[in-house]
T-cell receptor, first 112, second 115 residues
Framework: AQSVTQPDIHITVSEGASLELRCNYS??????LFWYVQSPGQGLQLLLK??????LVQGIKGFEAEFKRSQSSFNLRKPSVHWSDAAEYFC??????????FGGGTRLMVKP | GAGVSQSPRYKVAKRGQDVALRCDPI?????LFWYQQALGQGPEFLTY????????KSGLPSDRFFAERPEGSVSTLKIQRTQQEDSAVYLC?????????????FGEGSWLTVV
């Protein structure tokens, strides 16, 4: 079945440490790929998106993501995490039209 | 408006009660989506409008769920005879047009608790 998988439900990192959140998809073709962040009680905010071209995509708030076709992955990274980054992160894909299919999310906690 | 606006933000309904959730998309946005997000899960697609036309309602979980967008702007999601499993956050989103990859902007959601 077609799906988006975020293997890590929870991740805890220390403030200032680097971060990588994993996302894998299982579709025949390369979809459009997105990362969204959701703070408690808030809606979803787009961090970055990949359509084609350069496989390393820069986003807002210092985040970046790398598309790896061979691994069907689109992992999100940040070199130095800030306490304000604590939130839920969702990977999403668009196959056709513009309907988003989301992964289950990864909750990020930041230790002082 | 500046963003996607949803009301009410919070709703507690007794089991069996009907509820209506409103969405005001960004002005001029053609596409409008409704998603359901259960606690601890990712959002799941419910339905999609392009202007006033409901082009996809494949995600609506039962015939108790109904959505409309009669004038191609404001949309209402109605849930009849609510049940406990309907408890979730209902997210509305809009985008400029129907092209793949357009940025989709989300509202803050309507939190529904059925008791």
């Amino acid at each position: 079945a077609q799906s988006v998988t975020q293997p890590d439900i929870h991740i805890t990192v220390s403030e200032g440490a680097s971060l990588e959140l994993r996302c894998n998809y299982s579709y025949g073709a390369t979809p459009y790929l997105f990362w969204y962040v959701q703070s408690p009680g808030q809606g979803l905010q787009l961090l970055l998106k990949y359509f084609s071209g350069d496989t390393l995509v820069q986003g807002i708030k210092g985040f970046e993501a790398e598309f790896k076709r061979s691994q069907s992955s689109f992992n999100l990274r940040k070199p130095s995490v800030h306490w304000s980054d604590a939130a839920e992160y969702f990977c999403a894909v668009v196959i056709a039209g513009n309907m988003l299919t989301f992964g289950g999310g990864t909750r990020l906690m930041v230790k002082p | 408006g500046a963003g996607v606006s949803q009301s009410p933000r919070y709703k507690v309904a007794k089991r069996g009660q009907d509820v209506a959730l409103r969405c005001d998309p960004i002005s001029g946005h053609v596409s409008l989506f409704w998603y359901q997000q259960a606690l601890g899960q990712g959002p799941e697609f419910l339905t999609y409008f392009q202007n006033e036309a409901q082009l996809d309602k494949s995600g609506l979980p039962s015939d108790r769920f109904f959505a409309e967008r009669p004038e191609g702007s404001v949309s209402t999601l109605k849930i009849q005879r609510t049940q406990q499993e309907d408890s979730a956050v209902y997210l509305c989103a809009s985008s400029l047009d129907g092209r793949s990859g357009n940025t989709i902007y989300f509202g803050e959601g309507s939190w529904l608790t059925v008791v």
